[in-house]
């Protein structure tokens, strides 16, 4: 008589096919996920001012009135600043327009520089550095 030989089942450590397929399926998603997020993060920041759609990125923006007509948005401020391609532009205030001296009176005293008319003297003069001879006959600025 031959003996029977007793098959033992031991453990087996590992996963069963239905737990690697979950798993499988979990980490593709995770992956697929993280893609995306990747994908529309970097389309956003090349986008930065999607808001804005006049934007002519073609020309090199090198000053603010470039920054400003190509679109990008401008700071209220002052002076104004515009920010294009993490680059920060500021607008240059041109005081031309300001003509310094420019509050003279009728008789040409300049108001701003501390001048008042003398009638007695006939002449602009500064009260602190010289007296007017009367007084009673300077003309106070209007």
Known sequence: MAKKKKIIKSYQPGFSPVASLIFIIIIAIIVGGGLYYLTTRLADDNNTNSFNT??????????????????????ESYPRRCT??????????????????????????????????CESSQKCIRPWEEDCPANDSIEEPS
């Open 54 to 75: 006049n934007k002519n990125t073609n020309e090199a923006i090198t000053n603010f009135d470039d920054c400003a007509a190509a679109g990008y948005p401008v700071m």
């Open 84 to 117: 294009a391609d993490g680059q920060t532009f500021t607008e240059i205030i041109n005081n031309s327009d300001v003509i310094l001296g420019g509050d003279e009176d009728e008789h040409g005293c300049i108001g701003s520089a501390g001048y008042i008319w």
